[in-house]
């Protein structure tokens, strides 16, 4: 397949031949890993800019060490201290870069649509989103893909139930897209608070008890839950979340007997995830962070080589 | 209101790129499933010859078609020999030197080594041997798995054009050609038949240079 995609702003565009690829590639990315030298030429001479505009632990991280593996120079530019805290425009940041002969531009920012501007304004670089604002997280949604493939094989037909803040979730929208477009049939759950009102146009279902939609799923996907949404009234308390929407033993003893249970990371533990779920059997956490890392070195390898 | 929309209606990323697929015709085969049988049973019986045994001796197959005659190799080497050797895949493409100038990145394909290579005998498997890029490749994948022993190369066809000091330590056949044609190695496993055919470009070449 000829890879034909310069950015990754969105899945959007995404065929579900070309996911499929897609993970192909991410699963060779992945052999790497487990090398002694962890270190490739392929993107030799190429320059990769972090543009982190919001906190970013793991993702940023794994694009700098994916770019490492695959021999690009990875340059980390966080809000804190840059440019941008001295009041300098989006527009200007831009030609910096251009000036600074940056072939990868990753960027994450709290406004939604930033990374597509910046992919519309640079005119050599790619642009790969690392999350803009609720709008979209496209290789957290890859990376979800991924582990579930090489957890459950085949997606197609498989049942997933997506727990907890939806509403501000830009993992979420992400993942209903990515996950949907593999033939996965995805349920929502969680207070009724934080949920989109056209769940049913994005062609998934809602259900409010958590028990009802985990019930037989093979992929139990819990979001993160930011404390600040009790001070907005939007949840009852802490406990009560965690007693009904929280991932539970419980509540993943009944999922399918294969089912494996997600969570994007950074954890709460207690809140939306016990402890004894998140370490448990059933959970693919850490080897969803591991491909996060080989997911990332697949889409700088794709995207950034060749003469475009 | 606006919080709650769910996507944002967007183009796509508009980052579309078409480009012209080169076009071969089929000039004339070379080696039948035969022959092809022939020459690798005759290198299984060198590769022991020269290494005194097959203690120590991993086959590494080059993707795509070198991983199938390694299988051959190492299938013909259990019959004969009685002996099973390690045989893995290898992967070259993010060591290829030419990959900052292709207008396409190329596909990946699996890597994987049975064992450590290290103090191992390493006798690399490809399909043709023609400029000896791949080879260089091949040989610093291998130096970042390990170092072994020796690296040893088998070609089924050695087609000539070197551009780098490369030889081959067994060679299945010799056929000299001009640049302006491929030869084209097929493995059942892949393309329904095994044999060897050389093709030519249609509409001729801008750079072809005769052997």
């Given at each position: 397949?000829?890879?034909r995609?310069?950015?990754?702003?969105?899945l959007?565009?995404?065929?579900?031949?070309?996911?499929?690829?897609?993970?192909?590639?991410?699963?060779?990315?992945?052999?790497?890993?487990?090398?002694?030298i962890?270190?490739?030429?392929?993107?030799?001479?190429?320059?990769?800019?972090?543009?982190f505009?919001?906190?970013?632990?793991?993702?940023?991280?794994?694009?700098?060490?994916?770019?490492?593996?695959l021999?690009?120079?990875?340059?980390?530019?966080?809000?804190?201290?840059?440019?941008?805290?001295?009041g300098?425009t989006?527009r200007?940041?831009?030609?910096?870069?251009e000036?600074?002969a940056?072939?990868?531009?990753?960027?994450?920012?709290?406004?939604?649509?930033?990374?597509?501007?910046?992919a519309?304004?640079?005119?050599?670089?790619?642009?790969?989103?690392a999350?803009?604002?609720?709008?979209?997280?496209?290789?957290?949604?890859?990376?979800?893909?991924?582990?579930?493939?090489?957890k459950?094989?085949?997606?197609?037909?498989?049942?997933?139930?997506?727990?907890g803040?939806?509403?501000?979730s830009?993992?979420?929208?992400?993942?209903?897209?990515?996950?949907?477009?593999?033939g996965?049939?995805?349920?929502?759950?969680?207070?009724?608070?934080l949920?989109?009102?056209?769940?049913a146009?994005?062609?998934?279902?809602?259900?409010?008890?958590?028990?009802?939609?985990?019930?037989?799923?093979?992929?139990?996907?819990?979001?993160?839950?930011?404390?600040?949404?009790?001070?907005?009234g939007?949840?009852?308390?802490?406990?009560?979340?965690?007693?009904?929407?929280?991932?539970?033993?419980?509540?993943?003893?009944?999922?399918?007997?294969?089912?494996?249970?997600?969570h994007?990371?950074?954890?709460?533990?207690?809140?939306?995830?016990?402890?004894?779920?998140a370490?448990?059997?059933?959970?693919?956490?850490?080897?969803?962070?591991r491909?996060?890392?080989?997911?990332?070195?697949?889409?700088?390898?794709l995207c950034?080589g060749?003469?475009? | 209101?606006?919080?709650?929309?769910?996507?944002?209606?967007k183009?796509?990323?508009?980052?579309?790129?078409?480009?012209?697929?080169?076009?071969?015709?089929?000039?004339?085969?070379?080696?039948?499933?035969?022959?092809?049988?022939?020459?690798?049973?005759?290198?299984?019986?060198?590769?022991?010859?020269?290494?005194?045994?097959?203690e120590?001796?991993?086959?590494?197959g080059?993707?795509?078609?070198?991983?199938?005659?390694?299988?051959?190799?190492?299938?013909?080497?259990?019959?004969?020999?009685?002996v099973?050797?390690?045989t893995?895949?290898?992967?070259?493409?993010?060591?290829?030197?030419?990959?900052?100038?292709?207008?396409?990145?190329?596909?990946?394909?699996?890597?994987?080594?049975?064992c450590?290579i290290?103090?191992?005998?390493v006798?690399?498997?490809?399909?043709?041997?023609?400029t000896?890029?791949?080879?260089?490749?091949?040989?610093?994948?291998?130096t970042?798995?390990?170092?072994?022993?020796?690296?040893?190369?088998?070609?089924?066809?050695?087609?000539?054009?070197?551009?780098?000091?490369?030889?081959?330590d067994?060679?299945?056949?010799?056929?000299?050609?001009?640049?302006?044609?491929?030869?084209?190695?097929?493995?059942?496993?892949?393309?329904g038949?095994?044999?060897?055919?050389?093709?030519?470009?249609?509409g001729?070449?801008?750079?072809?240079?005769?052997?």
């Amino acid at each position: 397949m000829e890879w034909r995609h310069k950015n990754l702003i969105s899945l959007e565009g995404w065929t579900r031949e070309e996911l499929s690829f897609f993970l192909d590639q991410t699963e060779y990315m992945e052999e790497l890993l487990n090398r002694p030298i962890k270190k490739v030429p392929a993107l030799r001479g190429k320059i990769v800019v972090n543009c982190f505009f919001e906190n970013s632990t793991r993702t940023r991280s794994s694009f700098e060490i994916a770019g490492k593996v695959l021999s690009a120079d990875v340059i980390n530019w966080s809000s804190s201290g840059s440019s941008a805290s001295k009041g300098e425009t989006l527009r200007d940041t831009v030609w910096t870069l251009e000036a600074m002969a940056a072939d990868g531009v990753v960027v994450r920012h709290g406004e939604v649509g930033v990374p597509d501007y910046l992919a519309k304004k640079l005119k050599k670089a790619s642009v790969f989103n690392a999350g803009d604002g609720t709008n979209g997280h496209p290789t957290q949604a890859l990376l979800d893909l991924y582990t579930a493939r090489q957890k459950l094989g085949n997606l197609e037909g498989a049942r997933m139930a997506i727990i907890g803040d939806v509403l501000h979730s830009r993992v979420a929208r992400s993942d209903i897209q990515a996950f949907r477009k593999m033939g996965v049939h995805v349920t929502l759950s969680g207070p009724a608070t934080l949920m989109p009102e056209n769940t049913a146009s994005l062609g998934v279902e809602y259900v409010s008890d958590a028990r009802e939609a985990a019930s037989g799923k093979d992929i139990l996907y819990f979001l993160r839950m930011q404390r600040e949404r009790q001070e907005d009234g939007l949840i009852p308390s802490i406990d009560e979340y965690h007693r009904r929407w929280g991932a539970t033993d419980s509540l993943v003893s009944l999922a399918s007997p294969r089912a494996v249970v997600m969570h994007p990371g950074p954890m709460n533990r207690g809140m939306e995830i016990a402890s004894s779920v998140a370490d448990g059997p059933r959970s693919v956490i850490l080897e969803q962070v591991r491909s996060g890392v080989a997911v990332r070195m697949a889409l700088l390898y794709l995207c950034l080589g060749g003469v475009r | 209101m606006g919080e709650r929309l769910f996507f944002m209606t967007k183009k796509g990323d508009g980052d579309v790129t078409a480009k012209p697929e080169k076009k071969w015709s089929e000039k004339a085969t070379v080696l039948s499933a035969g022959d092809m049988e022939r020459i690798l049973r005759r290198i299984a019986v060198e590769i022991v010859e020269r290494n005194k045994g097959l203690e120590n001796v991993i086959l590494l197959g080059i993707q795509r078609r070198g991983v199938y005659l390694a299988a051959r190799l190492r299938e013909m080497l259990r019959e004969g020999e009685k002996v099973k050797v390690p045989t893995g895949e290898l992967d070259i493409t993010l060591y290829r030197d030419d990959i900052s100038t292709l207008s396409d990145q190329p596909v990946v394909h699996s890597t994987s080594v049975p064992c450590d290579i290290s103090g191992k005998r390493v006798i690399l498997v490809d399909d043709v041997l023609f400029t000896g890029r791949t080879v260089r490749a091949a040989l610093d994948a291998i130096t970042d798995l390990g170092r072994p022993e020796r690296v040893q190369l088998v070609v089924l066809v050695d087609r000539g054009h070197r551009e780098l000091p490369i030889a081959a330590d067994y060679v299945g056949k010799t056929i000299p050609t001009s640049r302006s044609e491929n030869v084209e190695v097929r493995v059942t496993e892949l393309d329904g038949n095994d044999s060897v055919v050389i093709c030519e470009r249609i509409g001729g070449d801008e750079d072809g240079v005769e052997a």
